[in-house]
């Protein structure tokens, strides 16, 4: 039992919990997103002492120094006081300027800031909504334009306190703040000829679109082979749009894969990431990405590793929610 002191209040951690959950518990508004340790939205520094090195993973150096860490991976051995970074300089503001229902369920979002973004297609952002600071993090679907834009595919959950908002209440005009792109999951020129394989369930296709767009317009020469994967076919959006670009690419290929009963001929049956490690046993020298749902995604990595792909060449996005 440890306590934990924030704006000259003292709570008492429950066996195991996270310095977050602790306050949270407590009703304490502090932000966070994915509570996995992913999107770096619960940065908080300890002030005094230092905070276990487990809770520092994937910080900059600079940070790990000035005793930054993250809330939800932080389970204090000692009692500490903390305190939240001063980052409201790190969000830009930016407005909705198009919204469309690519499907029953998946929103597609562009919003546009007034300044310079620099980012890679397939990095992720923090969207901040303005009135409550909920955070959630989103995969970038576009390739940078030149005009300040990006692009999201947002998959709306029944009850998803972020998703349905953007589904019910969010529209064209609206501002939002964004955080810097973040996550190494895009492409990189060099190795142009290295075949690519990307396996992504739902709205995991949108980084791997951006990641398509990116490896085409660089004129990746290696083949490029995109396994989707849905229960139903209303989750397959984009069809008509991935099946031109195979008609303009001959070496981007597309395999639709529903996992639902009655599935028509147009799409192969199965899990998208079974078909595509049975169609491609020896992974040596592939690049891999790896974008959805977290079981998928930490599944399909070890596999992949074990038909021979390198650590180093896979990239994976869970979407942690
Ligand atoms: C790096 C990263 C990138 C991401 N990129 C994207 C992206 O590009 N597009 C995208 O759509 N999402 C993406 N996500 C997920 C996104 O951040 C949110 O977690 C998601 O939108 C849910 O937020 P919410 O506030 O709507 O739901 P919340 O209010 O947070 O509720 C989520 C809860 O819904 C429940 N839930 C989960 N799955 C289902 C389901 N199938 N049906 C019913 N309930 C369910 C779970 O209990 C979960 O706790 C990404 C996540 C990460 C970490
Ligand atoms: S890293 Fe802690 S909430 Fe996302």
């Not at 300027?97 to 007034?114: D, G, H, M, Q, R």
């Not at 834009?149 to 529209?171: C, K, M, T, Y």
């Amino acid at each position: 039992m440890t306590r934990i002191t924030f704006d000259d209040q003292t709570f008492v951690t429950k066996k195991d919990e996270t310095v977050l959950h602790t306050l949270l518990r407590n009703n304490i508004q502090v932000p966070y997103g994915c509570k996995a340790g992913v999107c770096q939205s619960c940065l908080m520094r300890c002030l005094g002492n230092t905070p276990p090195p487990t809770s520092q993973v994937g910080l900059k150096d600079t940070q790990q120094k000035q005793n930054y860490f993250l809330a939800c991976l932080c389970k204090p051995e000692s009692d500490i006081t903390v305190t939240l970074p001063n980052t409201e300089s790190s969000w830009l503001e930016v407005e909705v300027i198009e919204k469309i229902e690519l499907s029953t369920n998946v929103i597609f979002l562009k919003l546009k800031s007034k300044e310079p973004l620099a980012f890679f297609a397939g990095q992720f952002v923090n969207l901040r909504r303005n009135n409550d600071g909920v955070i959630r993090s989103y995969s970038i679907a576009n390739i940078p334009n030149g005009l300040h834009e990006l692009e999201f595919h947002i998959r709306i959950l029944p009850n998803g306190q972020f998703s349905r908002w953007v589904a019910d209440e969010l529209e064209v005009g609206m501002q939002l703040s964004l955080s810097h792109a973040q996550g190494d999951c895009h492409y990189v020129e060099e190795k142009s000829e290295q075949p690519l394989l990307l396996i992504g369930t739902g709205t995991g296709l949108a980084p791997l679109f951006g990641i398509i767009k990116d490896a085409l317009s660089h004129k990746h020469s290696g083949e490029i082979h995109l396994f989707h994967g849905s229960r139903n076919e209303s989750g397959l959006y984009f069809e008509n749009k991935l099946r031109e670009l195979t008609q303009k690419y001959p070496n981007f290929h597309y395999t639709p894969c529903l996992s639902g009963e009655n599935v028509s001929e147009k799409y192969a049956q199965g899990r998208a990431n079974q078909i595509a490690l049975e169609k491609f046993p020896k992974l040596n020298g592939w690049r891999i990405y790896l974008c959805g749902q977290p079981e998928m995604v930490l599944h399909t990595k070890r596999v992949a590793y074990l038909q021979g792909a390198s650590l180093k060449e896979i990239y994976a996005d869970a979407f942690t929610s």
